[in-house]
């Protein structure tokens, strides 16, 4: 079991639909990202939040939105999103962003968009 | 521009035998961090190892350490002793300071077999 936890595991949305993707840590950490990965690609970055506020956003298409309510919790909002979109959700969290601090990912939400 | 490169796709290798895992990279930066990452079919990300530009010694941890030759750009993964549930994708990972130290850009990872 992993120290994060994502949920749901998987999901199936149409392209008209709003979902969330939910993603939780307990271990104290206040970084934490937002990578989409396809099948049998390397993870990409999409989002970081260090102490609570977006520190980087890598150009990803509003249909994304990230939220960070609070040092524990990450979302990602879905909205409108198209089929290429289809892909594994990964969060991870780290003490901070700085140098030397491994990323704790989560298993991910297998995301299919109808 | 940073470039990291893993030139093994996939990889098949006899349980108890060590398994070398190359990465090799482009950067003009003296300074960056270099992971690796373990990545099983069910999806998790697990963290194996971190060796930092600056650091003088190998990064060890268990069966896995990290043969770092700096002046080749290269941060190759030794795991000894493999085990069946060694079978996994691994990616070589790297941040750099210019970019942020928490944006991690990954290689294309090598898929490894361990047979018995």
């Known amino acids: 079991d992993t120290e994060v936890t994502q949920t749901p595991k998987h999901l199936v949305m149409g392209m008209t639909n709003k979902k969330s993707l939910k993603c939780e840590q307990h271990?104290?950490?206040?970084?934490m990202y937002w990578y989409k990965q396809k099948a049998k690609k390397p993870p990409e970055l999409m989002f970081v939040?260090?102490?609570?506020?977006?520190?980087i956003n890598e150009s990803v298409p509003s249909r994304f939105s990230p939220e960070c309510p609070n040092s524990s919790l990450l979302n990602l909002h879905l909205h409108a999103l198209q089929p290429e979109d289809s892909a594994l959700y990964l969060c991870a969290s780290s003490q901070d962003s700085g140098k030397g601090q491994p990323q704790h990912f989560g298993d991910g939400t297998r995301l299919s968009i109808l | 521009a940073q470039k990291i490169t893993q030139t093994q796709p996939g990889m098949f290798v006899q349980e108890k035998e060590a398994v070398t895992l190359d990465c090799t990279y482009d950067t003009s930066d003296p300074s960056y961090g270099l992971f690796w990452y373990k990545q099983p079919s069910s999806g998790e990300m697990i963290f194996l190892i971190y060796?930092?530009?600056?650091?003088?010694q190998n990064a060890t941890e268990g069966r896995y350490s990290l043969n770092f030759q700096k002046a080749r750009k290269s941060a190759n993964l030794v795991i000894s002793a493999s085990q069946l549930g060694d079978s996994a994708m691994y990616f070589c990972?790297?941040?750099?300071?210019?970019?942020?130290?928490?944006?991690?850009?990954f290689g294309a990872g090598t898929q490894v077999v361990v047979t018995p």
């Open positions: 990972a790297m941040s750099f300071p210019k970019e942020s130290w928490g944006k991690l850009q």
């Open positions: 939040y260090s102490y609570e506020k977006l520190s």
């Open positions: 060796q930092g530009s600056y650091d003088q």
């Open positions: 271990m104290g950490h206040r970084a």
